[in-house]
């Protein structure tokens, strides 16, 4: 007996995966907050509070290819909302 799924089905994302492509999406969505801050957009404007948590979505979302649709849309969610009040926080 092996481990191995059956044919034609994907093996999720391991844990380690997932927290590894997390900070990696709050890393890039940090940066591009603090890109903005540097050429001029001030820290209550709508567009900063919007773009850092939909950075950090978009990457999470698309980075767990294969992941069920569900489960990669509330994990995305969860990285959008919490970077939502570390952009709203800063």
């Known amino acids: ?13 391991s844990a380690t995966r997932i927290i590894l492509l997390t ?6 969505a940090i940066a591009v ?12 404007n709508a567009f900063r ?8 979505a978009v990457i999470v979302y698309l980075g767990l290819a294969g992941y069920h649709t569900a489960g990669r849309l509330r994990l ?3 990285v959008g909302v919490l970077l939502l009040v570390f ?4």
């Open 1 to 13: 007996m092996t481990d191995a799924p059956p044919e034609g089905t994907t093996r999720p994302p």
């Open 23 to 28: 900070l990696v999406a709050f890393a890039a």
């Open 33 to 44: 907050h603090t890109l903005l801050g540097a050429i001029g957009v001030g820290a209550d």
């Open 49 to 56: 509070l919007l773009v850092t948590p939909l950075i950090g």
């Open 76 to 78: 995305a969610a969860m």
């Open 87 to 90: 952009s709203g926080a800063s």
